[in-house]
Nanobody, 122 residues
Framework: VQLQASGGGLVQAGGSLRLTCAAS??????YGWFRQHLGKEREFVAA????????YYDDSVKGRFTISRDSAKNTLFLEMNSLKPEDTAVYYC??????????????????WGQGTLVTVSS
């Protein structure tokens, strides 16, 4: 199983970007996006959990970011609008079979993409 993230880049504050994560191999119960600011630990951004789950967002991105997945193409997306300088980070896509209580935890996911850098200028 492999995940390939793309779509990062440089954007001005208030702008938009769309991240894509192409997955190969088996499918999982959960798919998520995490990000890592320079010098800090990886943090949860958004996730989709199938089979009794739902869609989850961190409060810092709720209303601005939208996670979605094309099941037919096994591709995960993160639409990011109204970007802020504090959104600058390396974004990682992930897949796994987390239980509901661990959907926001990185250890709930076991397959990770390589990361794509998002830089938001003020």
């Amino acid at each position: 199983v492999q995940l390939q993230a793309s779509g990062g880049g440089l954007v001005q504050a208030g702008g938009s970007l769309r991240l894509t994560c192409a997955a190969s191999g088996r499918t999982f119960r959960g798919y998520g996006w995490f990000r890592q600011h320079l010098g800090k630990e990886r943090e949860f951004v958004a996730a989709i959990l199938y089979r009794g789950g739902g869609i989850y967002y961190d409060d810092s991105v709720k209303g601005r970011f939208t996670i979605s997945r094309d099941s037919a193409k096994n591709t995960l997306f993160l639409e990011m609008n109204s970007l802020k300088p504090e959104d600058t980070a390396v974004y990682y896509c992930a897949a796994g079979d987390p239980i509901l209580s661990s959907v926001r935890a990185s250890n709930g996911f076991r397959v990770w993409g390589q990361g794509t850098l998002v830089t938001v200028s003020s």
